[in-house]
């Protein structure tokens, strides 16, 4: 009797992990079908990060004119980092934010702010010193730092979207575990300061649900990365086809009712492993090239979003100043020149 059960039991595993491995097979198969359709018309922009500008040893205000005049690039998401703008408790200092809103203003750019603990660019969660000793006063301190950005901007006619956290659901960053019910107490107190604009709401490509990002967003945002490296594996490249990205449209609008879905984060600098510009030359063309560049593009351009942001704007800069490199910038020129 007890043989039998036992026989039964692994008769049943067998099954079951055939049915799943047959599933993922197919699944993947579907993934990379090839897709014939191509959203040519899909508008590109860029992230913009002064932080992360200046930790590479640029003049961030030189790279974010250079993007404006030489790129013509007039789409921009913005991270208005707390850590930055509030240094101390109180203390607000939105010199740099001004500045670069009004910039973009004289050449009739559209800017998405991006707010809250998690904004793009590492360490992910840019919270200041003074506000993570106050655990108690953490939670209050973070909706009034948002209040007082959302009021500052609301009537700027240069600010196009509000994006509320960055991939908020993503266990990825030096951050506090994710918080829905805080998340949307931001969300509900931008909406509240600014019923006029929509809120972005952003979850990985890869990785994320999306659906508790989407449900929650005006407009969903999708990270797309292509190639990372990995310890113990090295280069790696998704092995999925413009269909996943589709497939998972799909389960947002069928599921949160989201119709309005757009590429926040498109891969156009090295993943590698450590800082991007410390490794040589070569190995950060190894996950990221002219070539890699336009590949990218045509793929987030198959799945059929209407809106696509770079990610790596200051990198290419820094290959053209630092590194006598221009190639990237020149192949994003002649993207964005494109009529789209």
């Known amino acids: 009797m007890f043989r039998k059960i036992i026989k039964r039991v692994f008769v049943f595993l067998g099954i079951s992990l055939s049915v799943i491995f047959g599933l993922t097979l197919a699944l993947l198969g579907y993934f990379n079908l090839p897709v014939s359709n191509t959203n040519v018309n899909a508008r590109l922009g860029v992230t913009f990060s002064d932080t992360y500008a200046t930790s590479i040893g640029l003049d961030w205000k030189a790279a974010y004119t250079a993007m404006l005049d030489d790129l013509k690039i007039r789409k921009i998401r913005i991270p208005v980092y707390w850590s930055q703008v509030e240094p101390y408790k109180g203390g607000y200092d939105f010199a740099d934010v001004d500045w670069e809103l009004s910039e973009a203003k004289k050449r009739g750019a559209e800017i998405i702010l991006a707010v809250g603990q998690k904004t793009p660019r590492w360490p992910e969660c840019n919270v200041p010193d003074w506000a993570k000793n106050d655990k108690q006063a953490y939670h209050g301190d973070l909706l009034k730092y948002i209040d007082t950005t959302v009021r500052r901007y609301k009537s700027d006619p240069t600010v196009k979207y509000w994006q509320v956290e960055n991939e908020p659901f993503l266990g990825f960053g030096i951050c506090p575990p994710a918080d829905a019910n805080l998340l949307d107490s931001e969300i509900a107190l931008v909406h509240n300061i600014d019923p006029t604009r929509k809120v ?40 999925i086809g413009p269909r996943f990205f589709q497939f998972k449209d799909w389960l947002i609008k069928t599921f949160a009712h989201q119709y309005n879905a757009i590429v926040i984060e498109l891969q156009a600098e090295p993943w590698i492993n450590g800082e991007t510009t410390t490794d040589p030359l070569s190995e950060q063309f190894k996950s990221m090239n002219p070539d890699q560049l336009r590949t990218n593009v045509d793929y987030a351009e198959k799945v059929g979003f209407p809106q696509i942001y770079l990610w790596g704007v200051e990198w290419w800069y820094w290959l053209k100043v630092k590194e006598n490199h221009p190639e990237m910038w020149d192949a994003a020129k002649k993207l964005y020149a494109d009529p789209r």
């Open 200 to 239: 972005i709401v952003t979850d990985s490509g890869e990785l994320g649900m999306w659906i508790p990002a989407a449900s929650r967003a005006d407009i969903f945002g999708t990270t797309m990365y292509r190639t990372i490296w990995k310890k113990g594996i090295g280069y790696y490249q998704y092995p």
